[in-house]
């Protein structure tokens, strides 16, 4: 099951699928897509990546515990789901006009939802489970909580898209030793119409 680095694995697959496909139109530059806050000061790019929240997702169906060797077993990882915010960075440069923010924003939907999902085995290449695809979809949340979100990083809100990513499954590093088998008794039970 994939490792903790699994969340950074899905903000890096989100920023390199935009990166290749916004530049050079409507973005000039790959380094002006980045993984930030908009809370960020002074830093000049121009479409911003920002993971606000994770969530433990309680009503995805866990898988048992995994089988390691032949005495042991892990704890099964635990489902989450990723909330993500794309930005135009209001501090940058660039010196972008509502048409061109439109552009970008639109850009960005499209990218999406072509590219809404990732293998985990895609992201850490050395896993040899098969799990289920992390599906970026957007996040159904209101204009309210969109905002509470901008007023949490202390900026006016402005318009972003917001993303879910789930489920993303994360191991466990707990191993359980289970009992070897040491003794087994068998017996035989004779009734008056034959054995048993």
């Known amino acids: 099951m994939a490792d903790y680095p699994i969340i950074a694995d899905v903000s890096a697959y989100i920023v390199r699928t935009l990166r290749q496909k916004m530049c050079p139109e409507p973005i000039p530059s790959p380094n002006n897509i980045e993984i930030s806050s908009p809370a960020s000061q002074d830093v000049d ?79 850490q290449s050395w896993l040899d489970t098969q799990e289920p695809p992390i599906v970026l979809s957007q996040a159904k949340i209101s204009l309210e909580e969109k905002v509470r979100v901008w007023s949490a990083i202390n900026k006016p809100y402005q318009i972003s898209l917001f993303y879910k990513a789930a489920p993303v499954f994360l191991s466990s590093e707990v191993v359980i030793d289970t009992p070897r088998v040491v003794d087994a008794s068998f017996g035989v039970h004779i009734t008056g119409e034959g054995r048993e």
């Open 45 to 123: 790019y121009i479409l911003g990546l920002y993971l606000y929240d994770v969530k433990e997702e309680n009503d995805v169906t866990r898988p048992p515990n995994i089988q390691r060797g032949r005495v042991q077993l892990t704890l099964p990882p635990r489902p989450y789901s990723l909330y993500y915010m794309v930005f135009i960075n209001g501090s940058s440069q660039m010196g972008l006009k509502a048409p061109d923010i439109q552009k970008i924003i639109g850009r960005v939907a499209q990218i999406i939802n072509d590219n809404n999902s990732v293998l985990p085995n895609q992201l």
